[in-house]
């Protein structure tokens, strides 16, 4: 089975504006390419390779509630099952909750590394 690459780099712009704005945020490269953010080399978000979705940190109980309370936007997929992130549909989101999730995952970020 061939992995599809088909992704726009101008869908992530609107995560792009907000997860800059976060102390040690910078721009960065993931698999494939895709556009993504980090704080301090941890993955905050990234763009999936197949420019259907974005991939976001968050925290399981954070995930949780999103999945419950924005279902037409947030999901999981196999991979990301066992790991602290949410994944949301390109331009299915609004700014509130874009911001809302990109809070939780640098939340979960910083605390991990103060308790490092």
Same mark, same amino acid.
Request: charged share 25%; net charge negative; proline share 6%.
């Given at each position: 089975m061939t992995k599809i690459i088909n992704f726009n780099p101008i869908d992530f712009e609107p995560v792009r504006a907000i997860a800059l704005q976060f102390p040690d945020a910078t721009d960065s490269l993931s698999h494939y390419d895709t556009p993504?953010?980090?704080i301090k080399k941890n993955l905050l978000c990234r763009l999936?390779?197949?420019?259907?979705?974005?991939?976001?940190r968050t925290d399981?109980?954070?995930?949780e509630q999103f999945l419950e309370r924005y279902p037409?936007?947030?999901f999981i997929t196999p991979h990301y099952q066992d790991y602290p992130y949410v994944c949301m549909y390109v331009n299915?989101?609004? /700014? &509130?909750?874009?911001k809302a999730v990109l809070e939780t995952g640098f939340k979960?970020? /910083? &605390?991990k590394k103060k308790a490092s």
């Amino acid at each position: 089975m061939t992995k599809i690459i088909n992704f726009n780099p101008i869908d992530f712009e609107p995560v792009r504006a907000i997860a800059l704005q976060f102390p040690d945020a910078t721009d960065s490269l993931s698999h494939y390419d895709t556009p993504s953010i980090k704080i301090k080399k941890n993955l905050l978000c990234r763009l999936h390779e197949n420019g259907e979705w974005i991939a976001f940190r968050t925290d399981f109980e954070s995930r949780e509630q999103f999945l419950e309370r924005y279902p037409e936007s947030c999901f999981i997929t196999p991979h990301y099952q066992d790991y602290p992130y949410v994944c949301m549909y390109v331009n299915s989101y609004s /700014t &509130e909750l874009l911001k809302a999730v990109l809070e939780t995952g640098f939340k979960a970020i /910083t &605390e991990k590394k103060k308790a490092s």
